[in-house]
Every structure is written in structure tokens, then in C-alpha cells.
């Protein structure tokens, strides 16, 4: 598919009647008479578009990996994202990219002459997966260097071996001019309201909190999505269809961050990978948590908002959020309120938000905390939902007792949840064997998880007070 010119255009969807639009692979196409819950994936495929394919539906393998532009830092990214985890109207005003895209005139592009040198490739089926997010890699702005192996993230090989893939990344050199380079130094286009209807369903896209309210008071029952990470995922694999969607993404009072001497603010709808380019000066327990959390596609997509609204068991926002303090600024048409994030779960699933109401965003005290761990036990280190995590802070006075800690978990009971009796067996005592002893103690008191699949309800607990132990061995490596 060729491409057309696009540098320089101030808005290609502002035209009235035309925000159905997207520019895929650098041309126009509508998304008039998809039903709402067609996935990208299968849109690009009805277009003739088939580099990307389904592997496993849930953003797991990569197989269906495109770029879309996002903003960053008074230019513009290309950003890995899953296209079988977005609905087809999130794509409008969007300009997104396919394997399709990157060879001209017969001449393959550098990611795709270093994967076929390097012998990256055998039955091909995730290799334009690979490609894509190579290709996002490779026209990183901020990057020196080699290319980073962990960009790949998120794309499973299954019968070639990694090893020639990170020889093909690890290869390229810096991108190459022409337009797609070009492209960087222009923001991605502003995105515009959105109400796409069929005979069966509707989704909306407000720009405006007020907008949103507007929306939501005529359907109260229409189903809010931020990143689509999750709810994608009950979309295609439990067949889950919803009369109406309102999409979050472009509510500018969502997106907006601020830190002061008193506390930090991160928007709920600022995606995972967007927070770290913003809270510079956050925590090194919030970047190891962040790449755990989940693969690079995942976390272009998903939102911290969207994390906790889901109210998982498992979910591994909750744990570091539990452990610093915050709360949940939530929002709605009568006003604002700011609850505990402690007190935010109710239940299985079920948060203190009531109908119409959203969250807005998470706040964060200081002082943070002198020392923060996070945890994940699981079956693979990355790239997978949680056995057990973990995240604990403590803080200590001047003759050396715990003054202040906080031990938080997932996986451990049916909400997230932090573990008061474990922390008050603590506080005002030296921090030694004997403390987590006491800490562990309190754990078996009080825990009281569920055996499933990932784990036993005996393993989950046994897990929970090893990772007690574990805090004490790194604050004593921290401090040697």
C-alpha cells in the first residue's frame, strides 16, 4: 500500500462527518459499517491486510502487533500496540501502521533485511509481530545505542529461538531518513469526538469530561473503557457484547499530571509507558514494577485507571498504589471525591465507584517512602498475570526502630489488600529476624487465600511470608 504524504497537515479529520476516519499505512480508510466490537485485527484483515494474525486474542503473543503514532515530548512515537486489543472505532483519527507498510518499491526496510540476515524468521507466522516492534524500536527518539532486546517484549517465537531475533535488533543502527523519520518531528493528530453507531451497538468517544457525563446520563449502563487491555481480552475470548462503549482516551482532564513538594497526580487515562517520561523523579520500585507489569504493547494501551476500575484480585497496580498511600480522586456529574485507595475495594470485582462515576486520578503523598520493594511471583517472570505480587515501603526513626511500613498484596484474597496486622507486629521494632517472624506470624492469622490454577491457597501464603523474609535481605544488601 503506498503512502501518501501527511508532514505538515494540521488536521486530516476535522472535516464534519469524517472522525470514522484513520490514516492506515499513510491513506484514509473509514471505519463506517464495522460493528463496534470488530476488533483491529480483523478490520486490517477485511482490508487485505494479513502480515498481522491472531495467536491468542488476549495480547499475549504479538502476533498482531501494528505501530500506531502517539505523542511524545513535542513530537510523535511510533508505539508497539496489540490490534486484536482494540475495538476498530479507538483506531478513528489514529494514523497506524502494518508490516505492509514498511517496504517501498520492492526494497524490504532495515528491520526487515536484519531479521532475514540474522536467520530470524522460519515459519513466519509472528514475524511481522517482531518486525513491527523492532521497527518501533529501531525509530526511538530517546535512544542510544543498540537497540533495546526488551522492546521485543510481548512476541512469542515458537519455533525459531530468540537468539537470532536479538541479533537481528541488536544489529540495526540508527533509523533511517525519509518519512517515516520525518514524520517524528510533527505531534500526532489531536483526537476528536467519536459516535459511531450500528443497527446492534454504539460506541462514543467524548473529549470532555462534561461531554462524557452528558453520554453517560442518557445510558448509564453503556460500558466505560480506558486502554482495552482487559476488556478487549472479555471481548474476544468470553464473547462478552455490550449495547454501548464509551471510550476514555481522549478526555483531556484524564491525561494530566502533577507533582509538588505534597504529593504526586498522575491522570488515570495517561497510559502505562506515558507516567515515567512525566514522574521523572519517581521511585526505581515504580520502573522495576512497570516493566513487570506487563509487555510493551500492553503498556502503550493500558492505564492505571483502567487497572484498578477492574478491581482484580490480581491486578498489579494495586499492590505498589496500596503500599505508597494513595487514593482515588473519582469524578462524576454531581462532583468530585477522594477516597483511600485501601478503601476503594468493596469486594470480588466491586470498587466504591457508584453509577456515573470515574476515576479521575491517583494521588500519591509525600514524603515517599525511604524504602520500596515490589514483588511478582509467577509463572514467568514477565509478560504474565501474577501468582502472588507484592510491594512493601517502611520507614524508620532516628534510633533505628520501623517508624512507618506498609506490606501490600494481590493474589493473597479476593481484593488487593494490605496486611495492617503484619505492619503493626512491626512498627516500633527493631527490623530483624525476629520482626518478620512476627510480621509472618500475623500473616498466617489473617491471610486467607484460594487455591486455582496458578496456585494453592497453601502456596499463595507461603509465598506472602517469603516475601517478608525477602524485604529484610534487601534492605540489608540496600544498606551494606
Avoid at 526502630?401 to 496486611?419: E, M
Wanted: glycine share 8%; with cysteine; net charge neutral.
Amino acid at each position: 500500500m503506498k503512502r501518501s504524504c501527511y508532514i505538515g497537515v494540521e488536521n486530516r479529520f476535522s472535516e464534519e462527518g469524517k472522525t470514522s476516519e484513520f490514516l492506515l499505512n499513510g491513506r484514509r480508510t473509514s471505519i463506517d459499517g464495522a460493528a463496534v466490537q470488530t476488533t483491529l485485527l480483523d478490520y486490517l484483515r477485511d482490508q487485505g491486510l494479513t502480515g498481522a494474525k491472531e495467536g491468542c486474542a488476549e495480547g499475549e503473543c504479538g502476533a498482531c502487533t501494528v505501530v500506531m503514532l502517539m505523542d511524545d515530548a513535542g513530537g510523535s512515537a511510533y508505539r508497539a500496540v496489540n490490534s486484536c486489543l482494540m475495538f476498530a472505532p479507538m483506531a478513528a483519527g489514529r494514523e497506524i501502521y502494518t508490516v505492509e507498510a514498511l517496504a517501498q518499491n520492492g526494497e524490504l526496510a532495515d528491520v526487515q533485511k536484519a531479521m532475514a540476515a540474522a536467520g530470524g524468521s522460519q515459519c513466519g507466522y509472528c514475524t511481522p509481530g517482531f518486525v513491527m516492534s523492532m521497527f518501533a524500536e529501531q525509530y526511538r527518539r530517546d535512544r542510544e545505542g543498540p537497540c533495546d532486546p526488551h522492546e521485543l517484549s510481548g512476541n512469542l517465537c515458537r519455533c525459531t529461538g530468540y537468539r537470532p531475533i536479538r541479533d537481528a535488533a541488536l544489529s540495526l543502527g540508527p533509523a533511517p531518513a525519509g518519512e517515516f523519520l520525518d514524520r517524528l518531528s510533527q505531534p500526532a493528530q489531536r483526537l476528536e469526538s467519536v459516535d459511531h453507531q450500528t443497527t446492534t451497538s454504539r460506541f462514543s468517544r467524548p473529549t470532555t469530561l462534561e461531554q462524557c457525563f452528558t453520554i453517560l446520563a442518557a445510558d448509564p449502563e453503556a460500558r466505560l473503557v480506558a486502554g482495552g487491555t482487559d476488556v478487549g481480552v472479555e471481548s474476544n475470548l468470553k464473547g462478552t457484547r455490550w449495547n454501548h462503549i464509551i471510550s476514555l482516551e481522549a478526555i483531556g482532564e484524564l491525561r494530566e499530571f502533577s507533582e509538588t513538594e505534597e504529593r504526586v497526580l498522575i491522570g488515570a487515562g495517561l497510559t502505562l509507558n506515558e507516567i515515567p517520561a512525566r514522574w521523572t523523579a519517581a521511585p526505581e520500585a515504580f520502573r522495576e514494577w512497570l516493566v513487570l507489569f506487563g509487555s510493551p504493547p500492553i503498556r502503550n494501551r493500558a492505564t492505571l485507571g483502567g487497572n484498578l476500575a477492574t478491581a482484580s484480585a490480581i491486578g498489579d497496580g494495586a499492590p505498589l498504589l496500596l503500599a505508597l498511600d494513595a487514593s482515588v480522586h473519582l469524578v462524576s456529574k454531581g462532583g468530585k471525591r477522594v477516597v483511600p485507595l485501601q478503601s476503594f475495594f468493596t469486594g470480588y470485582r466491586r470498587t466504591a465507584l457508584v453509577p456515573r462515576e470515574l476515576i479521575a486520578a491517583i494521588e500519591i503523598p509525600k514524603p515517599l517512602p525511604t524504602f520500596v520493594k515490589f514483588y511478582k511471583v509467577a509463572k514467568r517472570r514477565m509478560d504474565d498475570i501474577s501468582t502472588v505480587a507484592a510491594c512493601m515501603t517502611m520507614d524508620w526513626d532516628e534510633s533505628g526502630r520501623v517508624d512507618r511500613c506498609r506490606f501490600a498484596f494481590n493474589g493473597v484474597a479476593a481484593v488487593p489488600l494490605r496486611a495492617a496486622a503484619a505492619e503493626d507486629a512491626v512498627v516500633g521494632q527493631r527490623w530483624n529476624e525476629a520482626a518478620v517472624e512476627r510480621a509472618q506470624a500475623a500473616l498466617d492469622r489473617t491471610l486467607r487465600p484460594i487455591s486455582d490454577h496458578r496456585g494453592s491457597a497453601e502456596y499463595r501464603l507461603a509465598v506472602a511470608k517469603s516475601l517478608v523474609g525477602k524485604f529484610l535481605w534487601n534492605r540489608r544488601e540496600t544498606a551494606a
